[in-house]
């Protein structure tokens, strides 16, 4: 993007204070994980900040972070990117339905799966440790690793019928069609 995502101008706020605002009626506690001495864009009152203080291993470490700050206070998680401007606290709450007692229910389309949009058991926590150790760092592998509900799209059609809360932000292309949507 150039520049850091968090801070992205939508409809009149940063792109991560939009996704937490939207969450916050269906997560708490709420953990946003940040890198050590990144500024954070205001958040929800009681959003607790949580540092990844091992940098350079991308959205792994940061899940295991705030797995960590979450222990022993939640059974489950939804993980998200603050890129996703049309996040919809429906298909959280939908997905956390699918969860049942598996270890994760992640989004998937054809064998795409979308693993930083899915709800994950804070039991999970080990598994991220030790792949953090291994430097295994695609986040398709915890899913690929646990016991997956995967949960196709079709079925998420029926709380967002267009799948926006997949909609993420990562070029500046897709930045300008987000704010022209």
Do not use: H
Not at 16 to 41: K, T
Not at 153 to 174: F, G, I, Q
């Amino acid at each position: 993007m150039g520049r850091p995502k968090a801070w992205l101008d939508f409809r009149g706020q940063p792109l991560l204070s939009r996704v937490a605002a939207i969450l916050a009626p269906v997560v708490a506690p709420m953990v946003v994980v940040a890198a050590d001495g990144q500024e954070v864009p205001p958040l929800p009152e009681g959003t607790e900040i949580v540092r990844d203080r091992e940098p350079d291993l991308g959205p792994m470490a940061g899940f295991a972070a705030g797995l960590a700050a979450l222990e022993g206070r939640a059974d489950a998680v939804f993980l998200s990117a603050c890129d996703v401007p049309f996040l919809r606290p429906v298909f959280v709450e939908y997905l956390a339905d699918c969860l049942g007692d598996a270890d994760a229910a992640v989004p998937s389309d054809e064998g795409r799966t979308y693993p930083l949009s899915a709800v994950y058991a804070v039991g999970v926590l080990p598994l991220v440790v030790a792949m953090l150790k291994d430097r295994r760092l695609r986040m398709r592998s915890v899913a690929e690793s646990c016991r997956a509900a995967f949960v196709d799209v079709e079925r998420l059609r029926s709380v967002d019928p267009e799948l926006e809360s997949l909609w993420n932000v990562n070029t500046p292309e897709d930045y300008a069609a987000a704010l022209r949507k």
